[in-house]
């Protein structure tokens, strides 16, 4: 597992049993995003207008990929390139093999979380609006206009999964009628799939990790301090508590 400190920007990772602590990449500036495929670590801090960076899974010097990312915020990756949101600019994106500053404009529009899936690229505006963009170069098309504090945007199966206001919602990747997957969720924040559940955090000082599955929605962890970013894998489900800065991890 990796993670971004959003004090200073520092990457480490750590072996899912809890081992082998270890630092990537020191210190920069505060960090926002994180992503990782089977080489590589990627990743965004804020110094120098906002800079996108890309590190060895296993250690190594940190290589600058993308500048000028301007208040930088999610990253995701797909097989070829790496995408950024970036809150004063649009969506940045770039080989994911890059040796030097090669960014592109990819959307329309400052950007604030990111989903991909095998064919299109999908972000939420300042505004709230939240598009899709067939990749590589297709036109942006709009797919929610009234979502509201979107934290966090997720993709499975044709379906779009995002928080808005104070519910988790659903819609379809190439748009339609949302549908409110978990209403009174205030404060929620990161999101993660699987094949069969949606997990969420509730960001705050009495936060909850959330599941929602065929058997209805349920808090399968209280008490958590601010948890935010989540992940799951084949056998557990892993948050990153903030206000206590502890990587947790629960059994499926």
Known sequence: MFWISNSDGSVAKVNLDGTGQTVLATATSSGWGIAADENSVFYSTNDSFGVGRRVPVGGGSSVIIATKLYDPKEVVVDAQNVYFACYDNPT?????????????VTVTGASICLAVSSSSLYYTLTSGSLYGKTLPSGTPFSIVTDAVQTRAIAYRDGSLFYTSGQDVRKVGSGGGTPVIVAPNQADSYGLALDASAIYWTIDNSTGAIWRSDAGGNVAIATGQNQPTGIVVDSKAIYWVNSGSGQVMKLAK
């Open 92 to 104: 940045l994106s770039n080989s994911k093999t890059a040796s030097s500053d090669q960014s592109a």
